[in-house]
C-alpha cells in the first residue's frame, strides 16, 4: 500500500463513512426517525398491566348518531356528569375545550321576554351580580306566563345548567389549551383567578429552559371555569416523525407554570391538589410521594399500554349507552372517569408507540396510568455520554479493527456487535424502563461494515477479472489432473469451466472416450452434445454421439473387458479398428513409448503384436521429419534381422499419427522375474539361455547392429517353450540420439557398459558387457554394481570391479569368477570381442550340459513360431 | 499466516528465442511463501500441460493445506515438520496425476517435468525439486546453487567422470534422471534451509542456467537485488541474449525480515486478521 493511494486505504473509508453518518444524522430525521422507530418497538416488547382505575367514556360514532352532531348542548354532558357523580366517580375530566358560551337562538328572546316582565334573567345564576337587586316575581295573571319563561330560560342556559352540574360535582377537571412559542413580551390581559389558581407555584432549582414555553392559552369560559375544580392543559408535543411519545407535564406561560391535565388528574385522584406538586425543570416532578423522572423539557416518556387478549388497555364505553342506561353507572364508582371526543373528525388523533391514530381521550388515560403506576420510560442524563461513548467506539472498530480482521471473522465480529447494541436497547426499555439512543452506532456499525466488505469485494473483483485468463487455464489443469486420477466427474466439471476452444476440444473428446471406457455412456454423451454446441464437425464426432446416443439407451450386460487408456477405443463398436493392414484385436500393455496391441493380419492370419508409438507428438514439428525417417530406417535394419533368438519383425507402418511396428507375436514373459533371489533359474538353465542370447547378439552385430539396451526386461523367454528372444532391436533407444530433445528420461543405468555412460560410441561389445551384467543377476539375483545413488552406481561401473559372485553365492562353478571377470572389463578390448567368442567362452566353461541344452532350445524354438 | 508482509516475489517467464512454445510453468502465493517452478517436456504442448498441471496441483492442494495447519508443526510420530509430509504428498499426487493423463491420452503420452517447490516458514526454506531445475540463493556476496540437479551430467560430474569445464560442453545436457510424471513414483530431494532478511532467492528453468553462467546470474542479482522485478526481467535478457535455445523462467524471493511462526494462543488470534 503506497502513501499516495492513502484514499483507497480501508482506514479512511472508516473515516468517510463516520463523517457521513454524522452529518446525516444531523441534515436528516431519518436516523432520529430510526431511534424512535426502535423506542415505538421497545414500548410494544414492554409488558406493563395499565391502571384497572380508569374508564373511557368516548363521544364516538355511536352517540353522534344516536344525540346529533357535536356540539352537543351542554345539557346532556350536565346530565352525564350529574349521574355519574351520583355514581361517585373519583374524577370526572373532560377533553372537551368550553372556551365559548353555547348561546341557543331562543335563549336571548326569553331574556327579553322575562326583562319585559320586569324579571332580571338570573344571567349568571351562579355568581349573581349583588349590585342588582332581585326583583319580586310578578303577581297575577302573568304569574303562569312567567314561571313558563323562567322554566325555558332555565332549560335553555345551558352553560350554567353545566356548571351547576359540575360544582355539585366537585371533582370535575376541564381542559385548556395552551400554543406552544416563545412568548414576545407581556401577556395581552391577566388570566381570570380560576385559571391562574392552577399556577404552580412550588418549582424547584432546574434547568433555564426547562420548560417548553407558550405565549397564549384557551380556557373555559368564566361559569363553568369557575366551577371546575382544576384546570390541566392537552397539549400533544409530536416528535420529528410526527408521533407522541411524550407528555408535557409542565408548561410555562410567562412567569407563570400550568400542570398538564393528566397531572392534574393524577393529583385529584390521589386527593392532592396544586400544592402538592413540585417541579424541578428538566429533571423530574414531583407529585406527593410520586417522583416523575422527565427529559430536558419537562415531559414524561409516557408508556403506551398494549392492547391484552384483543381488548383494549382500558375499558372504552360509549357515551350513547352509558347515558341511555345501557352500561350501568354504578361502573364507575371510585373511576377516574375521562371523557372525550373518539369519533372521526372530532379532535386531532395522535400517532402513538402502539396506535397509529389515538384520540386524545385515550391518550390521556395512558398518561395518567403511567403517572399514578410510575410506568413511564427513562431517558437518563448520562445517556448522551454513554451513547457519545459507543458511537465512538463503533467508529474506532470500523476504522482500526474491521480492516484488518478476516471477512468471515469481520462478519462475526460486526453481527455480534449489532446483538449487543440491539440486545442492551431492548433489555434497557423492558427491563429498566431506560431509553438510550443507540440506533445512530448502529445505523454506523451496518454502513461502515457493507461499504467496507462492498470495497473489498470490489477490489477482488477486479483482480479476479485479470486473473480469469489464468483461472480457465488453472481449470483445465486441474480437469487433466483430476482425469489423470481417475475421477472423471471431477474432471468434467473443471472442464466445463473452460471457455470452449479447439484445445479444449481434444481434452473432452478424451473425458468423453474415458467415459465410454468405463461404460458410462450417458455421460459421454453430455460430454459429446457438450462438444457439439462448440464443433459439431470435430473428428468422428457426430458418430460417437449417435453411438453414445444408442448405448447409453442400451442395457449391456456382461463385462466387455474396457481399455484404460490407449489411442484407440477398443470394444465399445461392434467393427474392429484397423491399423494398417492390421485388425487390432485387444491391448497387450503399455511400453515405454505406447500402447502394445494385439493384432492379425486378415489376408493371411497371421496374429502379430503391434507396437505403437506416438511420435508426432512425442516430438516438435521440426524434429519430427528426421526422428520418423531414423524410426523407419532402424525398422528397415532391424526387420533384415532373422534369427530364432530375436524377436521377428514384419511390418512397420504409420497411421493416425501413430508409428507402429508389427512382429511377432510371443508367449512368453520376459526375464525380470527370474532375477529375484528366490525365483532364480538352474545355473545350466542361464547358460544355455544367455549363450543363445549372445549367439543371438553375435548374428546382429555382423550386421553392423547393436541393440545398446540389453537387459532382462528386454529379454522373452517362455519356459514352456524354452525359447530366449531378444526384442526391441534398434528402437529401444531410438530417441536417444535426439540430442536436443529436452528431458528424455534415462532408466536406471546398472546394464551399462562404461563407455555408454560416458557418452562414447558404443559398438556390440557394449552389448556384451550389458549381457554379462544379466547374465550376473540371473545367476546370483543381484547386480555386479550397485550404489545408494546413482553417482556411486556410476562410479562403480566406471572405475570398480564387480561383486565377487561367489560371494553372493559360494556354491557356483569357481570358473565363472574369470569368465565374468572379462566379459565385464572396462575396456571393451580386453572383453570377448563378438557375441560368438562369448558364447563358445561361456559354453566352454560350463561343459557339455549346457551345450546340449542349447541344441534342443532350437527345437523348442521352432515349435514356438 | 501472511507472509507477504515478509517476502517479496517477483516472476517472470519466456518462451526464449528459438521455441515457439513456453512449456515451463511458474506459480506463487505470496501470503503462503509458496513459489513452484516447473520445466515441462514432451511433444507439442504435452510439456506445457505437464508443468501446468504440476503447479496448478500443487498450488491449489498445498494452499488448502496451508490454511488449515502450520507448516512448522511437528508431527509427534514421525518428529518431522508437517512441511516435509506436504510437500512429499503433493509431489506425489502430481506425479500421479500427471503420470495416468500421460498414459490414458494418447497426445500426452511420455510427458513429464521437472519441478522446484520453495517453502517459506517460521524463519526457513523447504526445498523440494526434481530434475534440473535450480533454487539459487545470494547470501551478502555469496552466490551459490542450493540444489544439485538429477541429470545424468551431475551425476557423470559426481561420479567423477567429467570436471565441471567438460560438464558445460557436454552434448547430453539435458538429459535428466528424474522427473515428475515419467514413473508411477517418484522421490523428490526435499531440504530445509535457514533463511535470513536480505537473502535474495533464485527459482530457475534450465533456460537459465544453460545460457547464462552463474556468476553472471550472481553478478546481476546483486546489482539489481533492489528492484526484484527488473532483476527478473534481466536475467531472461540475458538468458534471450546469449541465445535463448529454451524456455526461461525465474522467480525472485527477497526475505525482507523475519517471519518466525506464532504459536499456540497467538497464532490463533492473529489467525483472525488478515
Known amino acids: ?865 | 499466516m501472511d507472509l507477504s508482509q515478509a517476502l517479496e516475489v517477483a516472476s517472470h517467464t519466456d518462451p526464449g528465442m528459438v521455441r515457439e512454445h513456453n512449456e515451463d510453468s511458474i506459480a506463487s502465493i505470496a501470503e503462503k511463501g509458496l513459489v513452484v517452478l516447473a520445466d515441462g517436456m514432451g511433444g507439442y504442448n504435452a510439456g506445457e500441460v505437464a508443468s501446468g498441471m504440476a503447479t496448478t496441483v500443487i498450488t491449489t492442494e498445498l494452499r488448502q493445506l496451508l490454511d488449515n495447519k502450520a507448516p512448522h508443526e511437528v508431527d509427534p510420530q514421525s518428529g518431522q515438520k508437517a512441511a516435509l509430509k506436504m510437500l512429499q504428498e503433493q509431489v506425489t499426487k502430481a506425479n500421479t496425476s500427471i503420470y495416468q493423463a500421460s498414459q490414458s491420452q494418447p497426445q500426452y503420452a511420455g510427458m513429464g517435468t521437472t519441478l522446484v517447490i520453495a517453502l517459506f516458514y517460521d524463519n526457513k526454506m523447504m526445498v523440494a525439486h526434481i530434475g534440473d531445475s535450480r533454487l539459487y540463493r545470494l547470501r551478502g556476496d555469496e552466490f551459490s546453487q542450493v540444489t544439485k540437479d538429477h541429470s545424468l551430467l551431475q551425476e557423470q560430474v559426481d561420479a567423477g567422470m567429467l570436471t565441471k569445464e567438460q560438464a558445460k560442453h557436454s552434448a547430453n545436457k539435458n538429459l535428466v534422471t528424474r522427473a515428475l510424471g515419467i514413473d508411477p513414483a517418484v522421490e523428490a530431494e526435499i531440504h530445509e534451509y535457514d533463511a535470513q532478511p536480505g537473502d535474495i532467492y533464485l527459482l530457475c528453468s534450465d533456460g537459465l542456467s544453460d545460457m547464462v553462467g552463474d556468476d553472471d546470474i550472481g553478478m546481476a542479482l546483486q546489482a539489481l537485488g533492489a528492484n526484484l522485478n527488473l532483476a527478473a526481467q534481466q536475467l531472461v535478457q540475458m538468458a534471450n541474449d546469449n541465445g535463448g535455445r529454451d524456455n526461461v523462467s525465474v522467480i525472485l524471493i527477497k526475505i525482507l525480515r523475519e517471519y518466525p511462526a506464532r504459536q499456540g494462543l497467538a497464532s490463533k488470534i492473529f489467525g483472525w486478521f488478515r
Open chain 1, 1 to 865: 500500500m503506497t502513501k499516495a493511494g492513502f484514499w483507497k486505504t480501508d482506514w479512511f473509508l472508516g473515516v468517510a463513512v463516520v463523517i457521513f453518518v454524522v452529518l446525516f444524522n444531523r441534515l436528516s430525521d431519518l436516523i432520529p426517525s430510526l431511534e424512535r422507530k426502535a423506542y415505538d418497538l421497545g414500548v410494544v416488547a414492554t409488558s406493563r398491566a395499565p391502571l384497572d382505575k380508569i374508564a373511557v367514556i368516548a363521544i364516538d360514532e355511536q352517540s353522534l348518531a344516536n344525540l346529533g352532531r357535536w356540539p352537543w348542548s351542554r345539557d346532556v354532558l350536565a346530565k352525564m356528569t350529574d349521574s355519574l357523580s351520583a355514581a361517585k366517580a373519583k374524577v370526572i375530566a373532560y377533553t372537551v375545550l368550553f372556551s365559548e358560551p353555547q348561546v341557543d337562538a331562543g335563549y336571548t328572546y326569553v331574556v327579553k321576554l322575562l326583562e319585559m316582565a320586569g324579571v332580571g334573567a338570573p344571567a349568571d345564576a351562579a355568581a349573581p351580580d349583588p349590585n342588582v337587586p332581585v326583583a319580586a316575581p310578578p303577581a297575577g295573571p302573568l304569574a303562569p306566563f312567567v314561571t313558563l319563561l323562567k322554566e325555558a330560560e332555565q332549560t335553555l342556559n345551558t352553560d350554567r345548567r353545566l356548571a351547576d352540574s359540575f360544582t355539585r360535582a366537585g371533582n370535575v377537571v376541564p381542559m385548556t389549551l395552551f400554543e406552544l412559542g416563545e412568548p414576545r413580551g407581556r401577556p395581552d390581559k391577566p388570566l381570570p383567578d380560576y385559571v391562574t389558581k392552577n399556577n404552580l407555584s412550588k418549582i424547584g432549582k432546574g434547568a433555564e429552559d426547562g420548560m417548553l414555553p407558550t405565549r397564549k392559552v384557551d380556557f373555559p369560559i368564566e361559569i363553568i371555569g369557575k366551577a371546575a375544580v382544576a384546570l390541566g392543559h392537552l397539549n400533544a408535543t409530536p416528535d420529528v416523525d410526527g408521533g407522541t411519545r411524550t407528555e408535557p407535564l409542565v408548561l410555562g406561560y410567562f412567569d407563570q407554570v400550568y400542570p398538564s391535565l393528566s397531572m392534574m388528574v393524577a393529583a385529584r385522584s390521589l386527593n392532592l391538589g396544586v400544592a402538592d406538586i413540585k417541579v424541578q425543570p428538566g429533571e423530574k416532578v414531583s407529585l406527593g410521594k410520586l417522583n416523575i423522572v422527565t427529559d430536558p423539557a419537562t415531559r414524561m416518556y409516557t408508556y403506551f399500554y398494549k392492547d391484552r387478549d384483543a381488548r383494549p388497555a382500558f375499558p372504552v364505553d360509549s357515551f350513547y349507552d352509558v347515558i341511555t342506561g345501557k352500561i350501568p353507572v354504578s361502573k364507575y364508582q371510585d373511576k377516574i372517569v375521562l371523557i372525550g371526543p373518539t369519533a372521526a373528525g372530532l379532535g386531532s388523533a395522535a400517532v402513538t408507540p402502539v396506535s397509529p391514530a389515538m384520540p386524545p381521550v385515550l391518550v390521556l388515560a395512558h398518561s395518567v396510568s403511567s403517572i399514578l403506576s410510575e410506568h413511564f420510560f427513562v431517558a437518563p442524563p448520562w445517556g448522551y455520554w454513554v451513547e457519545l461513548l459507543v458511537f465512538l467506539l463503533i467508529a474506532a472498530y470500523l476504522i482500526a479493527l474491521l480492516p484488518r480482521l478476516k471477512a468471515g471473522m469481520g462478519a462475526i465480529v460486526t453481527a455480534a456487535l449489532l446483538a449487543l447494541l440491539l440486545i442492551v436497547h431492548f433489555v434497557l426499555m423492558t427491563s429498566a424502563a431506560m431509553w438510550l439512543q443507540l440506533m445512530l452506532p448502529l445505523v454506523l456499525l451496518v454502513i461502515g461494515h457493507v461499504l467496507l466488505v462492498t470495497k473489498r469485494f470490489v477490489l477482488t473483483e477486479a483482480g479476479k477479472v485479470k486473473s480469469d485468463a489464468d483461472s480457465a487455464e488453472s481449470n483445465r489443469m486441474l480437469g487433466l489432473a483430476f482425469q489423470g486420477q481417475g475421477q472423471f466427474d471431477m474432471a468434467w466439471d473443471k472442464f466445463r469451466k473452460v471457455p470452449l476452444d479447439d484445445g479444449l476440444m481434444d481434452n473432452l473428446y478424451n473425458l468423453a472416450l474415458d467415459f465410454e471406457r468405463k461404460r458410462q455412456f450417458n455421460k459421454a454423451e453430455n460430454v459429446f452434445q457438450y462438444m457439439a454446441g462448440h464443433n459439431p464437425k470435430f473428428r468422428d464426432l457426430e458418430a460417437r454421439l449417435n453411438r453414445a446416443k444408442v448405448m447409453s439407451e442400451t442395457v449391456i450386460l456382461g463385462g466387455g473387458s474396457s481399455h484404460p487408456g490407449g489411442s484407440m477405443s477398443l470394444g465399445t463398436g461392434a467393427e474392429k479398428p484397423m491399423l494398417g493392414r492390421y485388425q487390432v484385436e485387444k491391448e497387450l500393455g503399455k511400453g515405454a513409448m505406447g500402447v502394445v496391441y494385439q493384432g492379425k493380419d486378415p489376408k493371411i492370419g497371421r496374429v502379430v503384436a503391434i507396437k505403437t508409438m506416438a511420435l508426432s507428438q512425442e516430438f516438435e514439428a521440426d524434429e519430427l521429419v528426421e526422428v520418423k525417417e531414423r524410426f523407419f530406417r532402424e525398422a528397415e535394419t532391424a526387420g533384415r534381422l532373422s534369427h530364432p533368438n530375436i524377436v521377428t519383425i514384419f511390418d512397420a507402418g504409420e497411421e493416425h499419427d501413430l508409428c507402429y511396428i508389427a512382429m511377432e507375436l510371443l508367449k512368453g514373459k520376459d526375464l525380470i522375474p527370474y532375477t529375484k533371489p528366490d525365483n532364480l533359474l538352474p545355473v545350466d538353465k542361464v547358460v544355455s539361455i544367455v549363450a543363445r542370447v549372445a549367439d543371438a547378439l553375435g548374428y546382429a552385430h555382423k550386421q553392423n547392429i547393436v541393440h545398446r539396451d540389453i537387459k532382462p526386461a528386454n529379454i522373452m523367454y517362455d519356459a514352456e517353450s524354452d525359447a530366449p528372444k531378444v526384442t526391441d532391436f534398434g528402437i529401444a533407444r531410438i530417441t536417444d540420439s535426439s540430442k536436443t530433445k529436452t528431458g528424455m528420461v534415462l532408466g536406471t543405468p546398472s546394464y551399462m557398459s562404461p563407455e555408454q555412460l560416458s557418452g562414447k560410441k558404443v559398438d556390440g561389445r557394449s552389448d556384451l558387457f550389458s549381457l554379462a551384467v544379466s547374465f550376473y543377476q540371473m545367476l546370483c539375483g543381484a547386480l555386479p554394481f550397485a550404489g545408494d545413488s546413482m553417482a556411486q552406481l556410476m562410479f562403480r561401473i566406471a572405475s570398480e570391479p564387480p561383486t565377487d559372485i561367489l560371494s553372493v553365492r559360494p556354491d557356483l562353478p569357481p570358473g565363472l569368477v574369470a569368465f565374468l571377470d572379462k566379459a565385464m572389463a572396462k575396456e571393451a578390448e580386453e572383453r570377448y570381442q563378438t557375441g560368438d567368442e562369448f558364447a563358445a567362452a561361456l559354453r566352454a566353461a560350463f561343459g557339455g550340459g549346457a551345450a546340449a541344452a542349447t541344441g534342443g532350445g532350437g527345437v523348442d524354438m521352432d515349435i514356438s513360431l
